[in-house]
């Protein structure tokens, strides 16, 4: 079983930047699958980025060129770094993982991944 907890929300004004962190509990012993999600009141739940090995990424269109996925393959590890930020960036934040992605077509779908974390909220004011 894996932990992930995420850590590096808050409050933020448009055009502003945060950093989200995801630290998994365990050592990776092959790289991981490893994503973000975000949802936000009266949502459903979206993917926003992904990453598995060194450069395999992948971004929802509505971030791309603003946000920056990166891991630590040897400890579950996953970063997101967020520039640009607007209003519409607000929601909770959750970080995903899986150790076997069947597809990197579910690379940003919800049913791609096993472990789980709690959140972290992120607001931005206009």
């Known amino acids: 079983q894996v932990q992930l907890v995420e850590s590096g929300g808050g409050s933020v004004q448009a055009g502003g930047s945060l950093r989200l962190s995801c630290a998994g509990s365990g050592r990776a012993l092959r790289s991981y699958c490893m994503a973000w999600f975000r949802q936000a009141p009266g949502k459903e739940r979206e993917g926003v980025a992904a990453i598995v090995g060194d450069d395999r990424t992948t971004y929802a269109e509505s971030v791309k060129g603003r946000f920056t996925i990166s891991q630590d393959k040897h400890k579950i590890t996953s970063y997101l770094e967020m520039n640009d930020l607007t209003p519409n960036d607000t929601a909770v934040y959750y970080c995903?993982?899986?150790?076997?992605?069947?597809?990197?077509?579910?690379?940003?779908?919800?049913?791609?991944?096993?472990?789980w974390g709690q959140g972290t909220a992120v607001t931005v004011s206009s």
């Open positions: 995903a993982a899986d150790p076997f992605m069947r597809s990197w077509s579910l690379a940003l779908k919800t049913n791609g991944y096993l472990f």
